[in-house]
């Protein structure tokens, strides 16, 4: 009974230590010229220069931060940030895209968090906060039970009435073609020229290189590139360029 009552004791001596410990690092966070900051100070700022694209090739999301991201993917304000991206993107369209509407007009999209949504997969593996298992997420991809983003539909059915092609272009790999477009089929995005996956040869490639080398195929053959939406720089960056690009918000993951 003393035995296991010291036991206890030293127990809550040590979990006592831990937390102490972890507010240390946490809660007390100072920046370098000692300006004390919140957690979400912290996180806030994480997240912004993951957007500014100062943060690059991150790994996973800092384990401090999984609570603030699970928080921000869920929330009103990333669904405003969407939409905000949405809207300039249709400013553009309306205000200076001079199309041609001679069969040569191109957009471009992603699609994982971009089109379709893998919240709902990274909820069950703490918001970017494990490293990622490719298995399990294209295990979770070939189910097709991806929701689509509903501002991206809004833009998407824009683009589409306004007449452009609809290039999609994704690092997805080829084997999960077949249940890429019933998932989108089945949300809402049809009427897509192409659907442009990763085989085998790209894969040896980056992503960025995989998509660059598609907008060159599209350039080389007369067509123009007005715009790309996509979540990842990888997706934006690279040459040649698109005429503009846009941006949608991901703490999540980085691609590059
Ligand atoms: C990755 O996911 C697969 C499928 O869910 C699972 O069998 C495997 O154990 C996971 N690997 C790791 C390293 O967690």
Same mark, same amino acid.
């Given at each position: /009974?003393?035995?296991?009552l010291?036991?206890? @004791? ?5 979990v006592?230590?831990?937390? $102490?410990?972890s507010?240390w690092n946490?809660l007390n966070?100072?920046t370098?010229?000692? /300006?004390? !900051? ?5 996180c806030?700022?994480?997240r /912004? ?8 090739e ?5 384990e401090?931060?999984?609570g603030?991201?699970?928080?921000y993917?869920t ?9 905000? $991206?949405?809207?300039?993107s249709?400013?553009y369209?309306?205000?200076s @895209?001079?199309?041609k509407?001679?069969g040569?007009d191109?957009?471009?999209?992603? %699609?994982?968090?971009?089109l379709?949504s ?6 069950g593996?703490h918001f ?5 298992n490719l ?6 991809m070939? =189910?097709?039970k991806a929701?689509a983003l509903? =501002?991206s539909?809004?833009l998407f059915?824009? %683009?589409k $009435?306004r007449?452009? =092609? ?5 690092? +997805? +790999?080829?084997h999960l073609?077949?249940?890429t477009?019933?998932n ?7 009427g ?6 990763r085989g085998?040869e ?9 998509k660059a080398?598609? +907008? ?6 007369g067509?123009?590139?007005?715009? !790309?939406l996509?979540d990842?720089?990888?997706? !934006?960056d690279?040459?040649p ?9 991901n703490?999540?993951?980085y691609?590059?």
């Amino acid at each position: /009974m003393g035995r296991n009552l010291c036991h206890f @004791c030293f127990l809550s001596f040590f979990v006592t230590l831990t937390v $102490a410990e972890s507010k240390w690092n946490i809660l007390n966070q100072r920046t370098r010229n000692g /300006m004390k !900051i919140s957690l979400k100070n912290y996180c806030e700022s994480w997240r /912004m220069n993951v957007e500014l694209h100062n943060i690059r090739e991150f790994q996973v999301v800092p384990e401090e931060c999984i609570g603030y991201v699970g928080k921000y993917v869920t929330s009103t304000q990333y669904k405003v940030d969407s939409e905000r $991206a949405i809207e300039e993107s249709i400013v553009y369209l309306s205000t200076s @895209c001079t199309l041609k509407n001679d069969g040569r007009d191109v957009w471009i999209f992603d %699609i994982d968090d971009t089109l379709l949504s893998t919240v709902p997969y990274y909820k069950g593996h703490h918001f970017g906060g494990e490293k990622l298992n490719l298995t399990a997420l294209e295990e979770w991809m070939s =189910h097709g039970k991806a929701p689509a983003l509903e =501002h991206s539909l809004k833009l998407f059915n824009e %683009i589409k $009435a306004r007449g452009l =092609h609809i290039i999609l272009v994704s690092s +997805r +790999r080829e084997h999960l073609r077949s249940a890429t477009i019933n998932n989108l089929l089945h949300v809402g995005f049809y009427g897509w020229t192409s659907l442009i996956l990763r085989g085998p040869e790209d894969e040896v490639k980056g992503v960025q290189d995989f998509k660059a080398d598609v +907008r060159k195929k599209l350039t080389v053959g007369g067509y123009r590139v007005w715009g !790309i939406l996509g979540d990842q720089y990888s997706s !934006i960056d690279g040459l040649p360029r698109a005429k503009r690009t846009f941006k949608l918000p991901n703490p999540l993951y980085y691609v590059s």
